[in-house]
C-alpha cells in the first residue's frame, strides 16, 4: 500500500472519531497560535540561515506547511464520505 493512501487512512480513521466542525476549529486554532506572540518571538531573532532571516523563513515555510497539512485532512474528508456513500449504496441494495 503506498504510503499517501496509508497516510490518508489513518486520517480517516482519526476523523472517525472527531466530529468534523471540532477537527477544522482545531486546524483554525493550531494556525492562530503558530501565527502569534510566542511562536513569532522564538523566530524573531538577528541570526540567519544561509542568509536569509529565521523569522521569515519561519513564515514561508510555515504557511505552505499549513496549506498541505488542510489539503490532506480536505482530501481525507472526501475520501471518508466516498466510502460512507459507497457503503450506503450496498446497503441500500
Known amino acids: 500500500m503506498p504510503l499517501k493512501s496509508q ?5 480517516c480513521k482519526m476523523l472517525k472519531h472527531l466530529c468534523l466542525n471540532e477537527s477544522w476549529i482545531i486546524l483554525f486554532v493550531l494556525g492562530i497560535i503558530m501565527t502569534n506572540f510566542p511562536f513569532l518571538a522564538i523566530f524573531n531573532k538577528h541570526e540567519t540561515v544561509s ?4 523569522l521569515f523563513l ?3 515555510i510555515g504557511w505552505p506547511i499549513s496549506i498541505f497539512v488542510i489539503y490532506l485532512f480536505n482530501k481525507a ?3 471518508c464520505e466516498d466510502e460512507n456513500e459507497k457503503g450506503e449504496k450496498k446497503v441500500r441494495r
Open 51 to 54: 542568509g536569509i532571516p529565521l
Open 77 to 79: 474528508v472526501g475520501m
Open 7 to 11: 497516510l490518508i487512512d489513518r486520517i
Open 58 to 60: 519561519y513564515l514561508m
